[in-house]
């Protein structure tokens, strides 16, 4: 099976940094994805990483180490509505099945 | 073009009833996926499809049935339903395997009273 952790929540400023981890465990992999959850509202795709390294899209950059089962989400410039829950996934035995994380809740204040 | 369109948005049914949630996609999609979502649960994986005719098991399959019979619609059945079914269902499609990027629609919220 798979199993992932995150922390339940982040909290930073406005124009701050914040890393959001992740640490997985699955029989075969083949990759982790970030998504974005507004409260009441429905996931979103941010990124998704197959190999070793950083892949950044605009302020969000997510990072993975296959050998630590590790990754992380990288938010820069935090805004206001960077406030949501951010959930790693992972694709792995069986290929089709995506597993997801229990979520991290980042709070950005003034 | 609609994505993936869930109905009902919510409902309220009764112990030991059934329903079926509906589920579609316009993307000539191949996966599709339903996942409940409880608090500080995460979302949980139900029941999945790699195509028509094609389901499977997902974490927490037990008192749900799906069916695929077209690529466009992947129906959930609570077959008897349970408090502990009152949950967010959230229904999601992709175009091929785990990389590409899973399209959700905007749930349906379920209470069984």
């Known amino acids: 099976g798979q199993s992932l952790e995150q922390p339940s929540e982040v909290t930073a400023v406005e124009g701050a940094i914040v890393q959001i981890n992740c640490t997985y465990q699955t029989s075969g992999f083949y990759g982790l994805s970030w998504y974005q959850q507004h409260d009441g509202g429905a996931p979103t795709f941010l990124s998704y990483n197959a190999l070793d390294g950083l892949e950044e899209t605009g302020r969000f950059s997510s990072f993975l180490s296959r050998s630590d089962s590790y990754g992380y989400l990288l938010l820069q410039e935090l805004q206001m509505k960077d406030s949501a829950s951010y959930f790693c996934a992972v694709s792995g035995t069986g290929f089709q099945k995506l597993v997801f994380g229990t979520g991290t809740r980042l709070l950005v204040s003034p | 073009n609609a994505g993936v369109t869930q109905t009902p948005k919510f409902q309220v049914l009764k112990t030991g009833q059934s329903m079926t949630l509906q589920c579609a996609q316009d993307m000539n999609h191949e996966y599709m996926s339903w996942y409940r979502q409880d608090p500080g649960m995460g979302l949980r994986l139900i029941h999945y499809?790699?195509?028509?005719?094609?389901?499977d098991q997902g974490e927490v399959p037990n008192g749900y049935n799906v069916s695929r019979s077209t690529t466009e619609d992947f129906p959930l059945r609570l077959l008897s339903a349970a408090p502990s079914q009152t949950s967010v269902y959230f229904c999601?499609?992709?175009?091929?395997?785990?990389?590409?990027?899973?399209?959700f629609g905007d749930g349906t919220r379920l209470s069984i009273l």
């Open positions: 999601a499609s992709r175009r091929g395997d785990g990389n590409q990027p899973q399209h």
């Open positions: 499809s790699v195509g028509a005719g094609i389901t």
